[in-house]
């Protein structure tokens, strides 16, 4: 099935130029409507195009400077987006069409992607065949013999093509319903060709098996930076607490603007009041914040005033003077009973500042998440040790410790397990035992020792998934008696990567922040970053802004998946995703930044 985020199938054809794909589709749609298939075509085009006509009213309105012109009638709409920066993704072109109306969509074009696709191949154009190349070539319509194993299919016979194509719609419409009632999340369906996860939907599954822990704990003030908000708190006061003066002037009537002159009856500063009510005619000094006396709603800055003993005039030439002016009302910051910070925020200065304002000394939050963490193999051994013959430091273990630390979480390390079935299953039970979540690293990936399946088997429920990323493909995670586990790749800026990816979220949820994101730039690419059109790639990077105030993303070098220096050296991850075939010099890319997470 497709990687794609389509909630019905997705079938493309695959041709060179001249080989009719347009042709066909023209003849084939009658045929899949008479069927009562409700189709949806996109077209990828590689040249400029034009689909409105010159001199209709859309077409000058567009060319007048419209960004976006939307058409509708009685019969049909239309949207006209011009794009010179970027081009529409399919994704993003899928994500357009109202598919509870659709039973297919059927793609003219984006031959490089990953989804299924059918061969189109006529002899007389004397080109090569696609399908040794493209493993999503699902089946072959030719005017010639294929070499293949594949369904073959005589592209001049229309109604067998038609027949393929309906049965393909209905087989994997059922296909994907059934894959949407699987609330585990466990089952392979919408996966790459290759029998892959793809990163979202990796990470999706993981959220799915993941609840906010319920454990709080009440801290004071200076103690909770960092900390995450377990419940709504709401302020206990108005925010401003009177309605006041927002600079310094005079407070007078808002229904007595028309007079020449004021009588200036008292002056007001910070932290004190005039407690009688002001009359027609009378006027208050008075300074920012201090509370306006009753009746007076109006502030005319001291710029705009000359006073002469009690008497005080404004200068109107200077500015007009308006009802209700220069005045901040009680509570129009934050009202009494407001939520001031909302459950599952993050804790930082201004939030400290915000609470101190309201009097709160102490708050109630979310206890830190305890993680667990080890490393496997028996060629690991702990860094100080006179190093042994064909052994490595562990460096992992550090690694995640830090960014667990960043992360605001507990760490419980475990050290190095050996590699025996006993001592596994007694550092996860006694894990499971101790910790909210629980890493390991290297030695829990797909065709490592049979024994550590057996233990991860016997113990809990565990999927060993292939993500579609570099670096990081192996991923394995499912739960030790109800404790969520990572079996994260051995390699250490892969460690790394996933842990950026599928822990950090699992972390933010456990913690309680709901829908968490991490911040995601554009950038200008100022070298080719490489890629495989069905693979995320995460190329370690370095952004900065250049003369012309672009933010502009080079790499670090060399990107084994072991050379810890591209990560020490990076600032940044450069994300190309599966649908952009490679980033060439000047093309826009995704720029994860670093700062804060590792």
Not at 155 to 175: G, S
Not at 381 to 397: F, L
Not at 443 to 464: C, E, P, Q
């Amino acid at each position: 099935m497709s990687q794609f985020n389509a909630s019905l199938p997705l079938l493309g054809f695959a041709a060179y130029s001249g080989t009719g794909k347009t042709t066909l589709l023209e003849a084939m749609l009658p045929k899949l409507v008479e069927r009562g298939i409700r189709v949806a075509v996109i077209k990828h085009a590689h040249h400029n195009f034009d689909i409105d006509q010159e001199g209709k009213d859309s077409y000058r309105l567009r060319k007048a400077g419209a960004s976006q012109m939307l058409i509708s009638s009685r019969y049909r709409r239309a949207l006209v987006t011009e794009t010179p920066d970027d081009e529409a993704s399919l994704p993003y072109l899928i994500a357009q069409l109202d598919q509870t109306q659709l039973d297919l969509i059927l793609v003219e074009g984006f031959k490089k992607l990953s989804f299924p696709k059918i061969e189109l191949h006529r002899e007389e154009v004397g080109k090569p065949w696609l399908h040794p190349d493209d493993s999503n070539i699902i089946a072959v319509a030719a005017n010639v013999d294929a070499d293949t194993t594949l369904p073959k299919l005589d592209i001049n016979n229309l109604e067998k093509l038609t027949d393929f194509v309906v049965a393909f719609a209905k087989d994997n419409k059922d296909f994907k319903a059934n894959t949407q009632e699987n609330k585990q999340g466990l089952l392979c369906g919408d996966l790459t060709p290759s029998g892959m996860l793809s990163v979202d939907e990796g990470r999706d599954r993981i959220l799915s098996q993941i609840e906010a822990l319920q454990n709080t704990q009440k801290v004071d003030l200076k103690s909770a930076l960092g900390q995450i908000v377990s419940r709504d708190i709401l302020s206990p006061v108005n925010v401003p607490q009177h309605t006041n003066s927002a600079m310094d002037g005079y407070a007078i009537r808002g229904d007595d603007l028309e007079r020449d002159n004021y009588n200036v009856v008292a002056q007001v500063m910070a932290g004190h009041s005039y407690d009688t009510p002001l009359e027609k005619g009378q006027a208050v000094r008075i300074m920012t914040g201090a509370p306006v006396p009753e009746y007076a709603d109006t502030v005319v800055m001291r710029e705009q005033a000359e006073q002469e003993g009690d008497a005080v005039t404004f200068n109107l030439n200077m500015s007009p003077i308006y009802a209700g002016q220069n005045v901040r009302q009680a509570g129009e910051d934050l009202a009494l009973g407001q939520t001031a910070i909302a459950a599952g925020t993050k804790i930082e200065a201004p939030e400290l500042g915000m609470l101190a304002s309201l009097g709160i000394d102490s708050v109630k939050i979310n206890a830190p998440v305890r993680v667990a963490i080890f490393s496997t193999g028996d060629e690991v051994q702990h860094p100080g040790e006179a190093q042994k013959t064909n052994c490595i430091y562990d460096s992992n273990r550090y690694t995640l410790h830090a960014m667990l630390t960043q992360a605001g979480c507990e760490v419980i390390d475990l050290g190095i397990i050996e590699d025996n079935e006993a001592s596994l299953e007694a550092t996860l039970v006694k894990a499971s035992e101790r910790a909210d979540l629980i890493l390991s690293s290297g030695g829990v990936s797909v065709g490592d020792a049979d024994y550590i399946k057996t233990v991860l088997d016997k113990l809990g429920l565990i999927n060993f998934w292939r993500i579609n990323m570099r670096p990081g493909r192996p991923l394995a995670f499912g739960q030790i008696a109800d404790t969520p586990f990572f079996g994260l790749p051995g390699n250490p800026v892969a460690v790394m990567v996933v842990f950026l990816q599928f822990v950090e979220p699992a972390i933010r949820k456990l913690q309680g922040i709901n829908n968490w994101q991490p911040e995601v730039l554009n950038a200008i690419a100022s070298e080719r970053f490489r890629s495989r059109p069905d693979r995320t790639e995460y190329t370690r990077g370095i952004f900065s802004f250049d003369a012309n105030g672009r933010l502009t993303v080079k790499s670090t070098g060399q990107q084994g998946s072991g050379i810890l220096r591209s990560m020490s050296e990076a600032n940044c991850l450069v994300e190309v995703l599966p649908e952009q075939a490679n980033a060439e010099v000047g093309d826009t890319v995704r720029v994860i930044p670093l700062k804060s997470r590792i």
